[in-house]
Structures are given as C-alpha cells and as structure tokens.
C-alpha cells in the first residue's frame, strides 16, 4: 500500500493521482481521464482540480507532456463511485481509506514536531552568534550537515524531490526525530566552543 497517497510540505493536504488510481483499480487511464473530465464541477466542488504536466517516460518515442490529476480524498472518493465496483476496485477503495488516514495522521504529527523543533533551532542560531571558532556560512553548512545526516539529501535536493519550500518542512516524522537529535548535539558542541571540523567529526558518527 506504499505510495498511494503523497503529501507536499506542512502546508497542503494529501493528495492521489489518477494514474495511482487507474493502476491499482485496474482501470484504464485514459478512461480515468475522461471520468474526471466529463464531471470536472462534481470534483471541484470538493476542492481546486490541481495537475502537474508530466513528460513521457525516457525512451519513448514522441508523446506530449500529460496531465496528472492531484486528487484529495473527497475527490478520490468521488472518481471511485464512478468506477464498476470490481474486486479490484473495493479492495484499492479499503487500501486508499487506509492511506489517506495514515497519511493525515502522518501530516498532523510533522507540524506538531516542526511547531516544537523552531524554538530549538533558535536555540542553535543563539548559540551560533556566540560561538567564537564560527567558519564563515556556518548557519547554512550548519543546516545542510544536519539535513544530510538526517535524510540523506541536501537541502535543495529536499526541496525538488518532495515539492517544498523549506527544507525543513518536507522531512518525515522519522527524519524529524533524527534532525532534532543532532541538532541538540549541535547545540551542545558550540555551546562547548569546539571547531568546526570537530562539530562535523562527531555530528558524522553520531
């Protein structure tokens, strides 16, 4: 049941696509498209009908960018009422409701741990101001090492791949732990007046 719902940043509700819909229904898409587009006021009285322009696969000859449709529940909900209730179709319905309340609860938890990790970072930047061995870009190379250990990725490659604004605002419940974990150790290595290079050395085994 992974990746039928997705969610972009703190800020945006989560969301389906019909092409999650048509593969896991066993539908066709282009019979999924035309659904959405024959009824395009039924589904936007339960929101804004959001797409991005998505380009043909790699390797494909010819083919124009299409649209994927962003769905919300209730307009997800609504496409499934128009699709034959097959035992494909109830089982992806069962699978989606699942998906959508994990995922909710999954938003809720990440602002509530965002909410509570701003005065830390504060406390950091604090610290920071009076950190006497501070390199030159220390709050950006600061926030880059933490966001690497944490996730993986640079704070840009955050940004592209999870459709964010902030950084900070399209990390997972889990890599929120993890960030404020290293970011107390953090606080406590300037607090300590250590170097860069050993703030770095022991942020990179921690």
């Not at 509530?112 to 006497?132: C, F, G, H, V, Y």
């Amino acid at each position: 049941m992974n990746d039928l719902v997705f969610m972009h940043g703190l800020n945006e509700e989560p969301y389906t696509t019909d092409k999650i819909i048509a593969e896991c229904s066993k539908n066709n898409l282009h019979s999924v498209k035309v659904i959405i587009y024959n009824h395009k006021k039924d589904f936007e009285d339960f929101g804004v009908l959001s797409f991005e322009m998505t380009k043909p696969l790699k390797g494909s000859k010819g083919g124009r960018p299409q649209k994927t449709y962003h769905l919300n529940e209730q307009q997800a909900t609504l496409l499934i009422t128009y699709l034959d209730n097959t035992p494909e179709v109830n089982q992806f319905k069962k699978n989606l409701v699942h998906e959508f309340y994990r995922m909710k609860q999954e938003l809720t938890q990440r602002q509530i741990n965002r909410a509570i990790e701003k005065p830390q970072r504060k406390s950091l930047t604090d610290a920071i101001k009076e950190w006497q061995q501070a390199p030159r870009h220390i709050y950006i190379n600061m926030t880059q090492l933490l966001l690497k250990r944490a996730t993986g990725l640079t704070a840009q490659q955050i940004k592209k791949q999870r459709h964010v604004k902030t950084a900070l605002d399209g990390l997972t419940v889990k890599e929120q732990e993890r960030y404020k974990q290293l970011e107390n150790i953090a606080i406590g290595l300037v607090g300590l007046n250590k170097t860069w290079d050993e703030v770095k050395g022991v942020l990179l085994l921690a």
